[in-house]
């Protein structure tokens, strides 16, 4: 058997289609219902790795998975852009005409609101998994109930895309890390892209200096995004994305962003995935 692999979510969902990108298909899939559980697995080690969701490229960051890599003092160790598709799928037989809910994982819900507001009479029902939803339906052979998921889903569970592709913005792409309990060190040559956690003092311009510092080192900034840190009301952590063509200029702004801000952490050293 190979490697087990912590998912949110289960078999047909789009963490599973990740995980089968990024690891192959010799994979032992360990589904769960929440990222939390996920972290467990990983941090009780009946899971070797995981595949997490952190951000959308319609809706955003999902803000708690930067805690929760952070808090458990996981390591990032790569990371996979995968095009998303929805599709509405109902027992076979059934119609749009025939449907009183829609349910499903409420960043899949708020990914296709356009299409969905031609139906105000549906009730949306938000859910732990796009997959799980289709699972569901299959098993309770619910009627008048459709789910939104991927293709895989449908095919998995026995169900009909009555609507494909019903997403509001057809480019629509998710950016998964993959995390694990210890570091994976890779050679410095093949590194170019890493993740920080720093908090900044309140002094005025605090934050553009520590910015001059990573373009002054010749690192390109690709995502920033601050959290509150909850022990102290009102200051903030910082988590970033940066890139690099040598491996030596991301130590150096190492070395000085170690200096210059508090509680300074490297989530991640890893390869930087191909955008979709």
């Known amino acids: ?61 999902i803000i708690p998975n930067y805690n929760l890599v952070c808090q458990n003092k996981l390591h990032i160790i790569g990371e996979h852009y995968l095009n998303i598709h929805h599709n509405l799928m109902v027992l076979n037989g059934q119609t749009i005409d025939d449907l009183e809910e829609v349910r499903s994982h409420p960043m899949a819900l708020l990914q296709c609101m356009d299409f969905l507001k031609q139906y105000p009479h549906v009730k949306l029902v938000e859910d732990v998994d796009t997959a799980e939803t289709a699972k569901q339906i299959q098993e309770g052979q619910l009627r008048h109930i459709g789910a939104i998921a991927p293709k895989a889903a449908a095919e998995l569970y026995g169900l009909t895309i009555i609507a494909p592709e019903i997403q509001t913005i057809k480019n629509n792409a998710t950016r998964f890390i993959v995390i694990k309990k210890q570091n994976k060190v890779l050679p410095k040559e093949e590194i170019n892209k890493a993740s920080l956690r720093f908090i900044t003092d309140h002094k005025r311009g605090s934050l553009a200096t520590v910015l001059n510092v990573m373009s002054d080192c010749n690192l390109n900034l690709t995502k920033i995004q601050s959290l509150p840190v909850i022990e102290t ?27 210059m801000s508090e509680d300074f952490t490297v989530l991640g050293e890893y390869k930087n995935a191909l955008l979709p």
């Open 1 to 61: 058997m190979g490697l087990k692999i912590a998912i949110q979510g289960i078999k047909g969902s789009n963490h599973h289609q990740v995980a089968k990108e990024f690891f192959g298909q010799n994979i032992e899939l360990v589904e769960c219902l929440s990222f939390d559980k996920m972290i467990d697995h990983l941090l009780n080690g009946t899971a070797d790795k995981g595949v997490m969701a952190i951000e959308n490229s319609i809706a955003g960051s």
């Open 233 to 259: 009301p009102w200051k903030y952590a910082f988590f970033v994305d940066v890139t690099f063509g040598q491996y030596d200029h991301f130590a150096k702004a190492k070395s000085l962003l170690e200096i």
